[in-house]
């Protein structure tokens, strides 16, 4: 057959071109900027299965948490920055830490790993934590990458075309997708295109008559000096983030929800999130906003309030109404297939989506239902 | 209190607006980060002005300024910039925010550097070091210096240097100056006396002012000891064989200068690429940015000097003050003076970019390991690496896949370079785009994390180099002594 | 132009104080900066980069490229360039991020 263009030099894109390669697939990517030019270069590199309640993105997390580790072997992981440092939930309440603990149970039900600790312990485990916490839980399968380098790494040997606009999806007599039309006019033949446009991911879409409602969920970090060289033990071991974390991710509320998400680096210095808010694209950095990062990482690791931010950045999340990616056959246009609307969770989704995709397009059985990410489902 | 104008930047350019606007009856707040006004311009350790050009034309406006109702803050340093509808919020590290319904930025520069192999070598700086050393603590920058890179900026340097007793042993530029004669009715009188003088008291001393020069290497063990100087071609390269060996204690080095305006695109101001490869606001001739009630002069709105700066500045007044329905601080004949002389100035500068271009050929004298970003250590390697292997194409790209620009300084030193070695290496021209990466930065000074949540504890004294802001009064002109607290 | 050449050009500044360096005293004058009087004493660097431990000192010299960072009476990352020298302050060689993080 002729081969598969992937529309989206993104961590998804990639993934999805990694294992089309590997299932022998000719592979073509098409992206309007640069590699990894859209969320994947705007977040933390999260890999978490700890901020999933039991359901199809858990259970997607965990197939792709084990994906990642081999995908890292493949990589190296010195050069995508490979940390399995797994995550620190920390409870600022006794309720909190009730909340935590009911969630964990569901969770290792589930099949996550995870284990409960008291204020005592969660200061051995992570020192420099704020004293008078309630406790938390450790989840050693959480891990950190750094997403720009697992992007590019990740694209190494597949055909890679930067400034590239998709224009136009083109079709056969039956409907079916033939093929892709860029901006400079050009047609690329296809006998499928996967939709892994992040963000912009109804564009595409819509174009095939298909609606996915995704829309930007806008978040911002801060970056600060760096803490330590490469030789050094990181003031902050894990990724550590408050039980409301979870909350803000699954809430529905467009006003600016935050909670601390907080680690440090391979290079030494430390990210300190997060917010979420839909407000379209607007990219001014509101003052209040870092603000309140701000204070929440002073709260947690008091040795903060002198170290210096350097710069902040931004970037939009391809948020679904439901909370659950897309990724699956287009309902209208054989031939098309999407793989977007991942939220915050696009690095650590990036390798199952992946391995998802690739398996439907080569008529495999994905190892996850993907029944429940369908594109139909928004009819 | 909403100020009606809040000038960013105490240099020529901010200086002029704010004694201007604040003569014609406006409420002004003037915010400098510098514990001194003057810029970089008129930076200076005593009152004397001695080695200073046009320190009378300094002198009039600080007088002018501490006659007024202007409130001069110094010290201050702005880390982020926000609208307020129907103004703006300014963030001062240690101090309330500023609220105005007009804002000017007037930041202006720093100098602008390319790699070479060695350049991280102590004792390497730039000629705005050298400057600042002398000027502001009368310390020499070496016993046997050597001056290179491009611009006009390197003769006062090597001048300043000879008058303090160093040894110069050679100014090096890499354009060709000869060039200015192609449009000699953009030169005045009183530029080409400067240059003349300079170039007269260099040649009275025996010291080589060697044009199409650069300097590609320097070396030494600790710190720089010699550097190696080659003749360039037609198309900026270095000439095969042509490199001789100089010996020197120090090396100040630039080409030309940046500006600094992560401030306004916070806001939105729209920029544009100028000819000197810099990105720069857009602004019309009254300073007026894409952003109603956001302002610029001076070098943020194009490099043009001293001069240009002062025009500039009082222009924005001129609009301010009528925009507060106060009465023009200038009489038609004296604005299209000012706008007369904006336009000739603005001429030389066009040319003068033309004249000092970096050499083109400047990326051939990378070696794998002469680093790009200094803040980070990444070296030419690591940036060609992601652009061929790793198919980075934009600057933003590289930075995210290299670290450059994302150390200390926020790629205020390695920017421009970086961004024109993604475009070389891409086989394309320098865009706009490139350049932006570098030059946002949504938090503008490194500020502690207790002060960016609000938590108004001031940094104790020496933290972050500065004893930070200070309201200025009349008679608090004084130099600090060692017996200050 | 006759005039000029006698005017008597200014020499430095004359040092009316001490400050510490690495536990040697460094002389400097009122409205120096650290930096300065360094530089005048003949320190050419005084950190090593986290990377790969290379000397660094001034570069810039207006407080843009953070290569001058220093540690002063126990504060790390002190501009050197833009910090004030003042009597008995103890300035200390800063290895990479420094220590006290």
Sequence with gaps: MTGVVVVGAGIVGAACAWYLARAGVEVTVLERDTVAGGTSSAGEGNILVSDKPPGPVLELALWSRRLWQDVAGELGPAAIEWEPKGGLVVAESPSDLDRVHRLVERQRAAGVVATELSADQLSQVEPRLASGLAGGAFFPQDAQVQPMLATAYLLKGVEVRTGTEVRELRTGPSGEVTGVRTADGTVVPAAAVVNATGVAGADLAAQAGTRLPIEPRRGFILVTEPLRGAREPAPIRHKVYTAGYADAVASDDPGVQTAAVIECTRAGTVLIGSSRERRGFDDAYPVPVLRRLAAQAVALFPFLARVRVLRAFHGFRPYTPDHLPVIGPDPRMPGLWHACGHEGAGIGLAPATGAMIAAMITGGAPAVDPAPFSPARFR | ?485 | MSGRSRRRRPGPPAPTFTFQFDGRPVPAAPGQTVAAALWAAGVRSWRTTRVTGAPRGLFCGIGVCFDCLVTIDGTRNVRACLAPARAGMRVTTQVGVGDDV
């Design chain 2, 1 to 485: 209190m909403t100020y009606d104008l809040a000038v960013v930047g105490a240099g020529p350019a901010g200086l002029a607006a704010a004694v201007t606007a604040a003569q014609a009856g406006c409420r002004v707040a003037l915010l400098d980060a510098a514990p001194h006004l003057g810029g970089q311009f008129w930076r200076h350790r005593d009152s004397s002005g001695a080695g200073h050009r046009a320190w009378s034309v300094f002198a009039t406006l600080r007088a002018a300024l501490l006659d007024s109702d202007v409130d001069y803050h110094a010290g201050a340093a702005v880390w982020a910039a926000e609208a307020d509808p129907p103004g703006f919020v300014l963030h001062v590290e240690g101090m309330a925010p500023v609220v105005a319904r007009h804002v000017l930025f007037a930041t202006g520069t720093h100098d602008r550097s390319l790699p070479f192999p060695g350049w991280d070598l102590p004792g390497v700086v730039t000629p705005g070091a050298a400057q600042a050393l002398l000027k502001g603590s009368g310390v020499p920058v070496g016993r046997r210096v050597v001056v290179a890179g491009a611009g006009p900026f390197l003769l006062p340097v090597a001048v300043g240097l000879l008058s303090a007793g160093v040894q110069v042993v050679g100014v090096y530029e890499a354009g060709n100056p000869w060039r200015y004669l192609y449009r000699p009715w953009v030169l005045t009188a009183a530029r080409l006396r400067e240059a003349a003088g300079y170039l007269a008291r260099l040649a009275r001393r025996g010291v080589p002012y060697r044009t199409r020069h650069a300097v590609v290497a320097a070396r030494g063990t600790g710190a720089v000891s010699e550097v190696e100087v080659a003749r360039l071609d037609r198309h900026g390269r270095p000439v095969a064989g042509s490199a001789r060996t100089v010996a020197c204690d120090a090396l100040a080095i630039g080409y030309g200068f940046t500006p600094q305006i992560e401030l306004p695109l916070a806001l939105g101001c729209a920029t544009r690429l100028d000819v000197d490869g810099n990105l720069v606001l857009e602004a019309d001739l009254a300073g007026r940015t894409s952003v109603a009630g956001v302002f610029a002069a001076g070098e943020v709105t194009g490099v043009g000097g001293a001069s240009l700066a002062l025009v500039e500045g009082r222009l924005v007044a001129a609009v301010v003050a009528l925009a507060c329905g106060r009465p023009s601080p200038f009489t038609e004949l004296e604005l299209s003076r000012l706008l007369s002389r904006r336009s000739a100035e603005r001429r030389f500068a066009a040319l003068m970019h033309q004249v000092h271009a970096p050499p083109a050929g400047w990326v051939s004298w990378l070696d794998d390991r002469t680093p790009v970003c200094r803040c980070e250590e990444v070296p030419y390697a690591a940036v060609r690496a992601a652009v061929t292997q790793l198919r980075a194409t934009t600057g933003r790209a590289v930075k995210g896949l290299c670290r450059t620009g994302m150390g200390w300084c926020q790629g205020r030193v390695c920017g421009h370079a970086t961004a024109a070695l993604t475009a070389h290496l891409c086989g394309r021209d320098l865009g706009p785009a490139d350049l932006e990466t570098f030059a946002r930065r949504p938090v503008a000074q490194p500020v502690t994390l207790a002060t960016l949540a609000g938590e108004g504890r001031p940094d104790r004294f020496p933290d972050g180099g500065r004893p930070g802001p200070q309201r200025v009064r009349p008679g608090d002109v004084s130099p600090r002594t060692s017996a200050d607290p």
